[in-house]
T-cell receptor, first 114, second 111 residues
Framework: EPEVTQTPSHQVTQMGQEVILRCVPISNHLYFYWYRQILGQKVEFLVSFYNNEISEKSEIFDDQFSVERPDGSNFTLKIRSTKLEDSAMYFC????????????FGSGTQLSVL | GESVGLHLPTLSVQEGDNSIINCAYSNSASDYFIWYKQESGKGPQFIIDIRSNMDKRQGQRVTVLLNKTVKHLSLQIAATQPGDSAVYFCAESGSARQLTFGSGTQLTVLP
């Protein structure tokens, strides 16, 4: 069964460093998303992406965050200068039938900012 | 503000019994709802979805009920199995143009 894959599974970084989280969405999906989940809390929306541009973004997704689809298979989330409060599990998701419909999630990247 | 919330943070059921997990939402413009299952250390796994023009939808061992009058959503799991133990989230989308998750219910299946 096709699945969303994310790398790395764990990322440890120093505060102020840049990180890039990588995702390979399901191949025939057109809509892509990043969510995050701080330990014990809700899954929070960060950004949605369609047709090579951001469709929607949350207040969390400030100027330190960016997304890119550099080729036909990868979808990346970059955090330019990480802060302690960026520590969370970051989930990539993709969907086929419509924006915000039937999202399939990857297993996540656990980001720890020290 | 808009929110999606769950009535109970934890639910314990005996193996073989049916489980009912509830969810309340406040945005009357929400028109699409999804239930996700999240096991420890994994991403949310799609279970079932329902649009606001329906009030019931069935899948394999699962049923979602939608009551738009009281803004309530429930997930029923028939013959609950140990593998069903997980956190269950409801999520909704509508005018907010994003999928908004509730806070989750921990389902524990007792032997």
């Amino acid at each position: 069964e096709p699945e969303v894959t994310q790398t790395p599974s764990h990322q440890v970084t120093q505060m102020g460093q840049e990180v890039i989280l990588r995702c390979v969405p399901i191949s025939n999906h057109l809509y892509f998303y990043w969510y995050r989940q701080i330990l014990g809390q809700k899954v929070e929306f960060l950004v949605s992406f369609y047709n090579n541009e951001i469709s929607e973004k949350s207040e969390i997704f400030d100027d330190q965050f960016s997304v890119e689809r550099p080729d036909g298979s990868n979808f990346t989330l970059k955090i330019r200068s990480t802060k302690l409060e960026d520590s969370a599990m970051y989930f990539c998701a993709s969907s086929k039938q419509g924006m915000n419909e039937k999202l399939f999630f990857g297993s996540g990247t656990q980001l720890s900012v020290l | 503000g808009e929110s999606v919330g769950l009535h109970l943070p934890t639910l314990s059921v005996q193996e073989g019994d049916n489980s009912i997990i509830n969810c309340a939402y406040s945005n009357s413009a929400s028109d699409y709802f999804i239930w996700y299952k999240q096991e420890s250390g994994k991403g949310p796994q799609f279970i079932i979805d329902i649009r606001s023009n329906m009030d019931k939808r069935q899948g394999q061992r699962v049923t979602v009920l939608l009551n738009k009058t009281v803004k309530h959503l429930s997930l029923q799991i028939a013959a609950t199995q140990p593998g069903d133990s997980a956190v269950y989230f409801c999520a909704e989308s509508g005018s907010a143009r994003q999928l908004t998750f509730g806070s989750g219910t921990q389902l524990t299946v007792l032997p």
